[in-house]
């Protein structure tokens, strides 16, 4: 970094910081403006990293910012903090102001995605360009390394790591993720970066050679890759856009910006996998320059020193768990970048040698052909992988399922004005096919991932359902079935002649291609196309699923089943729910309907009532019929086989244990049992284990009396507790007597408790005096009908009280004396 020659930014900093706890938003942002416009470019160097910090947060989170996530259109900050960061504002002009220079930043190697820091800790050089020649080697070893980026890179490195840093959200925050200060900035800068019209804005500032100061091997890091044993030139390639020279072309050199800006979200963002997968997909270039650095090392004299066990893969254990946020964004991304690729004007969508001879496309057009598949097809893969595998089973999973769609549907963003009703029936052109073979395991891996999450999932939830009708809708638009089937059939089509390593022209750039470099003439074997990209995300050993085999044919009618289950669960909540509605009439009130305090079916969610449960069976019945449409399935043969379900679960099923096994500490659930459960097939009986004092009032009871009488018998145990312990130990007749009194002799027997809330039911069972029977609205009402037919037999309030309470202590005494020979019989 350079040093100052003046003293007074130190001032400027200092009064800047000092500014930010006093002054409002707006009028530090008025202060910030003149300063970027009066002063050079030396003096605002100074200030630059503690403004970007001050703007998006530090890196370890300690320091919020200006909080551009929970920042929304409703916050008066939240206009001014967009006009000063959008793509043409202050902070912009302040990042081509020092990119002018040869200023640069440094970013500590630890905040870099797993990957590429265990990368750089091993000493090989990055798969990905944007990391080349920016390393910083300290003399003491490879323990504090940073990157040296130059402005714009170290903007958008901080402005990307905002997303991935945990946020805690104030309580009463309401707000969508799409409509944050962040989501739209995210927008304004791809559609700045990567317009689908046009080219990229000029930078307003140049340096004196007159080209754009971009990244460049002459100032690299202080100490070569080559001193790490890496002496393979393919590996120590950089990228043509980060080596301008004086005469290049000002769109070439201006397209470095695009290139940076999509490398550094997706490297960010995309750039997380398990240690297995980092392993599996390292390339062999990579792994050749780890053998070569270690040869090296220990041919050394004198070594640095490092820690047993650091820089080795095995360190490398990163726990990923990106947000909804996180994945909305990400999806944001993908259709932008769909949009973006399907702008290419029509001749520049298959180049040719008479096409080049006559007219050579412009970087963007050439950036715009191969940005998909070279940029983001392996990570987003990856991604998209490792949320299906570990994202929870609710409806929050709707983000990442959405962005897995959008992906795989490039035709939705071609900027062509569609009919949805006949989007429906029309059958996509066949230009799309090479698309869907260059994606094959975008489609049928991540199929087969979701149907093993399905079978996992509560189908009567309207939300999972209508998740299923989704993905069954995409997957039968006419004509993408075969499209796939044709490309599985080409991946298993054996080849004589395969080669095992990857031509230059299909290299990513995480794999150190470049999408201008040299290639070698354009691949027609499209077997040898659809191969290599298989092997290139699942590598040479993987063992592929055919989405149209035997097995997943299976597979998929196993989940027609727990689809017809979740149907005929729906159907029988709504009719439960709809006879509970119709009893709860005003006989209730004395008893006579359900005392159940939520009127609905064991099983049902809260939403899934009315207008949901409609809903479900709508999507599930929709999803069926998609389903058929894609495995090419017998309706006669479906249809038998929902009504051999149909007549095989009777009423009486819902009432049985599910699927248990006997453990050391109870009941355990299996598979199957999970499965019943979640589709409402069977379940256990639920009963309230606290304190039957301490339950919420029901809506047979009157609040105002089960307070009152709850208070009394408070009251009546605190002081006699001590004589009804005494009086129920007694093993005679009036210890048998008091237990039946101030005992709930069936709380045990009910139902089989856990070890947990068996210790709780131990400590609720001391005999007590409870009152609260007497607050029911039924006790009260049968009481005033005995009442009234003791008025009306000439019997006086006290002659029915002593009436009431001789037939209370007389059926006690019976119970008492017969109750043990009347459970037997």
Same mark, same amino acid.
């Given at each position: 970094?350079?040093?100052?020659?003046?003293?007074?930014?130190?001032?400027?900093?200092?009064?800047?910081?000092?500014?930010?706890?006093?002054?409002?938003?707006?009028?530090?942002?008025?202060?910030?403006?003149?300063?970027?416009?009066?002063?050079?470019?030396?003096?605002?160097?100074?200030?630059?990293?503690?403004?970007?910090?001050?703007?998006?947060?530090?890196?370890?989170?300690?320091?919020?910012?200006?909080?551009?996530?929970?920042?929304?259109?409703?916050?008066?900050?939240?206009?001014?903090?967009?006009?000063?960061?959008?793509?043409?504002?202050?902070?912009?002009?302040?990042?081509?102001?020092?990119?002018?220079?040869?200023?640069?930043?440094?970013?500590?190697?630890?905040?870099?995605?797993?990957?590429?820091?265990?990368?750089?800790?091993?000493?090989?050089?990055?798969?990905?360009?944007?990391?080349?020649?920016?390393?910083?080697?300290?003399?003491?070893?490879?323990?504090?390394?940073?990157?040296?980026?130059?402005?714009?890179?170290?903007?958008?490195?901080?402005?990307?790591?905002?997303?991935?840093?945990?946020?805690?959200?104030?309580?009463?925050?309401?707000?969508?993720?799409?409509?944050?200060?962040?989501?739209?900035?995210?927008?304004?800068?791809?559609?700045?970066?990567?317009?689908?019209?046009?080219?990229?804005?000029?930078?307003?500032?140049?340096?004196?050679?007159?080209?754009?100061?971009?990244?460049?091997?002459?100032?690299?890091?202080?100490?070569?890759?080559?001193?790490?044993?890496?002496?393979?030139?393919?590996?120590?390639?950089?990228?043509?856009?980060?080596?301008?020279?004086?005469?290049?072309?000002?769109?070439?050199?201006?397209?470095?910006?695009?290139?940076?800006?999509?490398?550094?979200?997706?490297?960010?963002?995309?750039?997380?996998?398990?240690?297995?997968?980092?392993?599996?997909?390292?390339?062999?270039?990579?792994?050749?320059?780890?053998?070569?650095?270690?040869?090296?090392?220990?041919?050394?004299?004198?070594?640095?020193?490092?820690?047993?066990?650091?820089?080795?893969?095995?360190?490398?254990?990163?726990?990923?768990?990106?947000?909804?946020?996180?994945?909305?964004?990400?999806?944001?991304?993908?259709?932008?970048?769909?949009?973006?690729?399907?702008?290419?004007?029509?001749?520049?969508?298959?180049?040719?040698?008479?096409?080049?001879?006559?007219?050579?496309?412009?970087?963007?057009?050439?950036?715009?052909?191969?940005?998909?598949?070279?940029?983001?097809?392996?990570?987003?893969?990856?991604?998209?992988?490792?949320?299906?595998?570990?994202?929870?089973?609710?409806?929050?999973?709707?983000?990442?399922?959405?962005?897995?769609?959008?992906?795989?549907?490039?035709?939705?963003?071609?900027?062509?004005?569609? !009919?949805?009703?006949?989007?429906?029936?029309?059958?996509?052109?066949?230009?799309?096919?090479?698309?869907?073979?260059?994606?094959?395991?975008?489609?049928?891996?991540?199929?087969?991932?979701?149907?093993?999450?399905?079978?996992?999932?509560?189908?009567?939830?309207?939300?999972?359902?209508?998740?299923?009708?989704?993905?069954?809708?995409?997957?039968?638009?006419?004509?993408?079935?075969?499209?796939?089937?044709?490309?599985?059939?080409?991946?298993?089509?054996?080849?004589?002649?395969?080669?095992?390593?990857?031509?230059?022209?299909?290299?990513?750039?995480?794999?150190?291609?470049?999408?201008?470099?040299?290639?070698?003439?354009?691949?027609?074997?499209?077997?040898?196309?659809?191969?290599?990209?298989?092997?290139?995300?699942?590598?040479?050993?993987?063992?592929?699923?055919?989405?149209?085999?035997?097995?997943?044919?299976?597979?998929?009618?196993?989940?027609?089943?727990?689809?017809?289950?979740?149907?005929?669960?729906?159907?029988?909540?709504?009719?439960?729910? !709809?006879?509970?509605?119709?009893?709860?009439?005003?006989?209730?009130?004395?008893?006579?309907?359900?005392?159940?305090?939520?009127?609905?079916?064991?099983?049902?969610?809260?939403?899934?009532?009315?207008?949901?449960?409609?809903?479900?069976?709508?999507?599930?019945?929709?999803?069926?019929? !998609?389903?058929?449409?894609?495995?090419?399935?017998?309706?006669?043969?479906?249809?038998?086989?929902?009504?051999?379900?149909?007549?095989?679960?009777?009423?009486?099923?819902?009432?049985?244990?599910?699927?248990?096994?006997?453990?050391?500490?109870?009941?355990?659930?299996?598979?199957?049992?999970?499965?019943?459960?979640?589709?409402?097939?069977?379940?256990?009986?639920?009963?309230?284990?606290?304190?039957?004092?301490?339950?919420?009032?029901?809506?047979?009871?009157?609040?105002?009396?089960?307070?009152?009488?709850?208070?009394?018998?408070?009251?009546? !145990?605190?002081?006699?507790?001590?004589?009804?312990?005494?009086?129920?130990?007694?093993?005679?007749?009036?210890?048998?007597?008091?237990?039946?009194?101030?005992?709930?002799?069936?709380?045990?027997?009910?139902?089989?408790?856990?070890?947990?809330?068996?210790?709780?039911?131990?400590?609720?069972?001391?005999?007590?005096?409870?009152?609260?029977?007497?607050?029911?609205?039924?006790?009260?009402?049968?009481?005033?009908?005995?009442?009234?037919?003791?008025?009306?037999?000439?019997?006086?309030?006290?002659?029915?009280?002593?009436?009431?309470?001789?037939?209370?202590?007389?059926?006690?005494?019976?119970?008492?004396?017969?109750?043990?020979?009347?459970?037997?019989?």
């Amino acid at each position: 970094m350079a040093a100052p020659t003046l003293q007074q930014p130190s001032f400027l900093l200092a009064n800047l910081k000092a500014d930010s706890t006093t002054k409002p938003l707006l009028q530090r942002c008025q202060d910030l403006v003149k300063i970027i416009d009066d002063y050079p470019a030396k003096e605002l160097h100074l200030i630059f990293p503690w403004l970007v910090e001050s703007v998006f947060g530090s890196l370890d989170g300690i320091i919020a910012g200006w909080n551009l996530r929970l920042l929304h259109s409703r916050s008066h900050e939240y206009n001014i903090a967009m006009e000063f960061l959008n793509p043409g504002g202050p902070m912009m002009k302040l990042v081509y102001k020092l990119q002018a220079e040869d200023y640069k930043y440094e970013i500590p190697v630890n905040y870099l995605p797993g990957p590429v820091k265990a990368c750089i800790q091993e000493g090989v050089l990055p798969d990905c360009p944007l990391f080349h020649n920016k390393l910083q080697f300290p003399l003491s070893g490879l323990l504090t390394l940073n990157l040296a980026l130059n402005p714009f890179e170290f903007f958008m490195f901080n402005f990307a790591y905002c997303l991935i840093i945990p946020k805690i959200h104030p309580q009463g925050h309401h707000g969508s993720s799409t409509d944050s200060a962040y989501f739209v900035l995210v927008d304004a800068y791809l559609k700045y970066f990567l317009p689908s019209e046009g080219s990229v804005p000029p930078s307003p500032f140049s340096d004196s050679r007159g080209s754009v100061t971009a990244p460049s091997p002459s100032r690299a890091s202080s100490v070569s890759f080559a001193g790490y044993g890496v002496h393979s030139p393919s590996l120590l390639k950089h990228h043509i856009f980060h080596q301008p020279s004086v005469n290049a072309d000002p769109s070439a050199q201006e397209i470095w910006r695009t290139e940076t800006l999509l490398q550094m979200f997706v490297e960010i963002w995309l750039h997380h996998y398990s240690l297995d997968m980092y392993q599996k997909l390292q390339s062999p270039q990579v792994k050749l320059a780890l053998l070569q650095y270690r040869l090296s090392m220990s041919s050394m004299p004198c070594q640095p020193h490092a820690p047993p066990g650091s820089g080795t893969l095995h360190t490398y254990q990163e726990p990923f768990s990106p947000s909804e946020e996180h994945v909305l964004v990400v999806r944001l991304l993908v259709k932008h970048l769909h949009a973006f690729s399907n702008s290419l004007k029509p001749e520049q969508l298959s180049p040719s040698p008479s096409a080049h001879s006559h007219t050579h496309p412009s970087p963007l057009e050439e950036f715009k052909r191969v940005v998909v598949q070279r940029f983001v097809q392996q990570k987003l893969y990856l991604f998209l992988q490792h949320c299906f595998g570990h994202w929870p089973l609710d409806a929050s999973f709707r983000a990442v399922l959405e962005t897995w769609l959008s992906y795989i549907q490039p035709w939705r963003y071609t900027g062509e004005k569609i !009919n949805p009703q006949a989007d429906q029936t029309r059958t996509l052109p066949d230009k799309w096919e090479s698309f869907v073979q260059e994606n094959l395991l975008m489609y049928t891996k991540l199929f087969q991932v979701f149907l093993n999450r399905t079978v996992r999932t509560d189908l009567v939830n309207a939300k999972n359902a209508l998740m299923v009708f989704r993905v069954a809708k995409v997957f039968a638009q006419p004509n993408l079935a075969d499209m796939i089937q044709k490309g599985e059939q080409l991946f298993l089509e054996p080849e004589h002649v395969l080669h095992h390593r990857q031509p230059r022209g299909y290299l990513t750039p995480s794999q150190g291609g470049s999408f201008l470099s040299s290639r070698q003439r354009v691949m027609t074997d499209v077997v040898f196309r659809v191969k290599s990209h298989v092997y290139a995300l699942e590598g040479q050993d993987c063992q592929y699923k055919q989405m149209f085999g035997s097995e997943l044919r299976g597979a998929v009618m196993k989940l027609i089943q727990i689809i017809a289950q979740a149907r005929q669960t729906a159907k029988r909540i709504s009719d439960h729910s !709809n006879e509970v509605a119709a009893n709860n009439s005003f006989l209730s009130w004395f008893g006579i309907g359900s005392p159940d305090l939520n009127n609905t079916f064991a099983g049902a969610e809260p939403e899934e009532s009315g207008e949901c449960l409609k809903k479900t069976h709508e999507f599930l019945d929709r999803a069926l019929e !998609n389903l058929c449409q894609i495995f090419k399935l017998n309706q006669g043969q479906l249809t038998q086989l929902i009504a051999n379900l149909g007549s095989s679960q009777d009423d009486g099923n819902s009432k049985q244990l599910p699927d248990c096994i006997q453990g050391e500490n109870g009941l355990i659930l299996t598979d199957l049992g999970r499965r019943q459960i979640l589709n409402g097939q069977r379940r256990f009986e639920i009963h309230y284990q606290g304190d039957p004092e301490l339950q919420p009032i029901r809506s047979y009871e009157s609040a105002l009396l089960v307070r009152l009488f709850y208070g009394i018998s408070s009251l009546v !145990n605190e002081r006699f507790g001590g004589h009804m312990n005494a009086l129920c130990s007694r093993p005679d007749f009036l210890g048998r007597l008091g237990r039946h009194y101030l005992s709930d002799q069936d709380s045990a027997s009910k139902s089989r408790h856990s070890p947990v809330s068996r210790q709780g039911l131990d400590r609720n069972r001391h005999p007590r005096l409870s009152l609260r029977p007497l607050a029911s609205y039924r006790t009260i009402v049968l009481l005033l009908v005995f009442y009234v037919f003791g008025a009306v037999l000439s019997f006086g309030p006290v002659s029915s009280t002593l009436l009431i309470l001789a037939g209370g202590f007389l059926y006690g005494l019976f119970m008492t004396l017969f109750g043990d020979k009347l459970k037997t019989h």
